[in-house]
């Protein structure tokens, strides 16, 4: 049994519990993002910020919460399937987890084990790209295709996707085969996020923030949401936020640490969302 196995049967039901996915082997452009937890975890416990949410839940001193450290992974197919056991022995014992990545391709197995726990629910991805290719350079689980395996693999799951700013033609044939809600970067604003319905799921890739407040990434797109627009969408997201995911911080593009910093941030507030 792994560490974060042996912790699962302790917990108790409604706790979220932090756990970190070291995998950036899926990754098509730069690796990095395997550094990602370790980076989040640094700067949430450097002492440069208090772990009070903006929202006002004290995460040093509230008990509903734990961090289970890093999952340790084998590669290709039996990575992903170890990340849906591990996801699916958590929701089962009544847990909703908040995942550090690693690249995107971990939230495909993730969703899988939410789809199961939590039928009909709704998705919300921020990200510069929708990551619905068919394929991407021979594979169909790297990191540009997680969210088409998962509306193949999901029936029933709704997907809202907001800051997509680099559809093909190929990405909105799949946007309207799969029937996501795109909101375009080019047309967003926060005030026009559509009203959620729980059970709610919010993977969160930083590239949907502009680099110049997220250069800690492997792919730069510019044009995207500022660190304040990220904040208003989370605090304004239904209490019913089961689960969520952080991905794709990669540290060796984040010289002085200011994405590492955000990503922990934006953590804190997620915590603080899925408690209340
Ligand atoms: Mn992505
Ligand atoms: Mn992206």
């Given at each position: 049994m792994t560490a974060i196995e042996e912790r699962i049967g302790a917990l108790e039901r409604g706790t979220v519990a932090i756990i970190g996915?070291?995998?950036?082997?899926?990754?098509?452009?730069?690796?990095?993002?395997?550094?990602?937890?370790?980076?989040?975890?640094?700067?949430?416990?450097?002492?440069?910020?208090?772990?009070?949410?903006?929202?006002?839940?004290?995460?040093?001193?509230?008990?509903?919460?734990?961090?289970?450290?890093d999952m340790s992974l084998a590669s290709g197919a039996d990575a992903l399937s170890q990340i849906e056991?591990?996801?699916?022995?958590?929701?089962?014992?009544?847990?909703?987890?908040?995942?550090?990545?690693?690249?995107?391709?971990?939230?495909?197995?993730?969703?899988?084990?939410?789809s199961k726990a939590y039928p009909g629910m709704t998705v919300l991805q921020l990200d510069a790209h929708p990551d619905t290719y068919d394929e991407f350079g021979g594979s169909r689980h790297s990191h540009a295709s997680p969210f088409a395996r998962t509306m193949e693999e999901c029936p029933g799951m709704a997907l809202v996707q907001a800051g997509i700013r680099t559809l093909t033609p190929h990405l909105r044939e799949q946007a309207q085969r799969f029937g996501i809600t795109a909101l375009e970067m080019r047309d967003w604003s926060p005030d026009k996020m559509p009203r959620l319905e729980g059970p709610l799921y919010l993977s969160l890739d930083l590239d949907v923030l502009d680099p110049a407040y997220a250069p800690g990434v492997s792919h730069h797109e510019p044009g995207g949401m500022s660190a304040r627009d990220v904040l208003r969408v989370i605090h304004g997201l239904p209490s019913t936020l089961v689960g969520a995911d952080v991905v794709e911080l990669n540290p060796s593009r984040d010289p002085v640490g200011v994405t590492s910093m955000l990503a922990a941030k934006l953590c804190k507030e997620l915590v603080g969302r899925m408690l209340c």
């Open positions: 996915i070291p995998l950036d082997e899926n990754s098509t452009f730069l690796k990095g993002a395997a550094q990602g937890p370790k980076a989040i975890r640094e700067a949430l416990n450097s002492g440069s910020s208090n772990m009070s949410t903006e929202l006002g839940i004290d995460l040093g001193s509230e008990k509903g919460w734990t961090d289970l450290g056991q591990t996801v699916a022995r958590l929701l089962a014992t009544g847990v909703h987890v908040l995942t550090l990545g690693g690249d995107h391709s971990i939230t495909y197995p993730i969703l899988r084990a939410y």
